[in-house]
C-alpha cells in the first residue's frame, strides 16, 4: 500500500533562511504527490502537486518540490522563509483515483 | 475559500450520543472524502463516495457510516460516541476519478465529546 513519511514533527528557522521539508513515499506504481499547509485553525490547503512531467515543480507562496524517483523523494523547499509560512505541512500521496494518504505532518516555526 | 462547506463548525455532544456532520462539495465535484484528525493519530483517512457510491475505505470504526445524496452532500454519521472521537473532520471533495486531480478540504467540524 501507498505511505508517506515525514520524519520529525517540528522544524523551526529563522526568517530569510532556507525552508526544507522532506518526505519520502512508498509506491509500486507511479504515484501523485502533494504537499498542503494547514493555518491554525483552519482547512488543508494544497501548495502543490506532482502528476507526471516535469519534475520540479512550482507552487504557491514560493514553494516548489523536486520528485526524485531514484530517492522516493518530494522534498518541499522555500529560499527565504516568512513569518507568515509558520503551519503545518502535510505530504501526501495517491495512486490512481484512491485515497490521498497523508504524512504525519511537520510544523513549521519561523523566528524572527 | 476552498467551495467546501461543512457544518457545524463546533459541536460539543455527551457520550454515548449520535451526531450527524454534513459537507456539500464544490460545484461539479463527484468525489468527496471524510478524514479524522487528532493530535496522536494525525490525519486519517475514513471513507470516500464517488457519485452516490462508496468508492474506498479506510480506518472507520463501524459506529461510524456516511453517505452521499443525489444532490452530491455528504453526511457522516457518528454514534455511540466516546470520550476519543473528539477530533477535527474534515471533509474534501475533487473533480473526480482521475488520480491527479487535487482534493479541496473544508474548514472542518470540531467535534468534543464529554
Known amino acids: 500500500a501507498q505511505s508517506v513519511t515525514q520524519l520529525g514533527s517540528h522544524v523551526s528557522v529563522s526568517e530569510g533562511a532556507l525552508v526544507l521539508l522532506r518526505c519520502n513515499y512508498s509506491s509500486s506504481v507511479p504515484p501523485y504527490l502533494f504537499w498542503y499547509v494547514q493555518y491554525p485553525n483552519q482547512g488543508l490547503q494544497l501548495l502543490l502537486k506532482y502528476t507526471t512531467g516535469a519534475t520540479l515543480v512550482k507552487g504557491i507562496n514560493g514553494f516548489e518540490a523536486e520528485f526524485k524517483k531514484s530517492e522516493t523523494s518530494f522534498h518541499l523547499t522555500k529560499p527565504s522563509a516568512h513569518m507568515s509560512d509558520a503551519a503545518e505541512y502535510f505530504c501526501a500521496v495517491k495512486v490512481g483515483s484512491e485515497k490521498l494518504v497523508f504524512g504525519k505532518g511537520m510544523k513549521l516555526t519561523v523566528n524572527p | 475559500d476552498s467551495g467546501v462547506t461543512q457544518t457545524p463548525k463546533h459541536l460539543i455532544t455527551a457520550t454515548g450520543q449520535r451526531v450527524t456532520l454534513r459537507c456539500s462539495p464544490r460545484?461539479?465535484?463527484?468525489?468527496v472524502y471524510w478524514y479524522q484528525q487528532s493530535l496522536d493519530q494525525g490525519l486519517q483517512f475514513l471513507i470516500q463516495y464517488y457519485n452516490g457510491e462508496e468508492r474506498a475505505k479506510g480506518n472507520i470504526l463501524e459506529r461510524f457510516s456516511a453517505q452521499q445524496f443525489p444532490d452530491l452532500h455528504s453526511e457522516l454519521n457518528l454514534s455511540s460516541l466516546e470520550l476519543g472521537d473528539s477530533a477535527l473532520y474534515f471533509c474534501a471533495s475533487s473533480s473526480g476519478g482521475a488520480g491527479n486531480t487535487e482534493a479541496f478540504f473544508g474548514q472542518g467540524t470540531r467535534l468534543t465529546v464529554v
Open positions: 460545484s461539479g465535484d463527484l468525489s
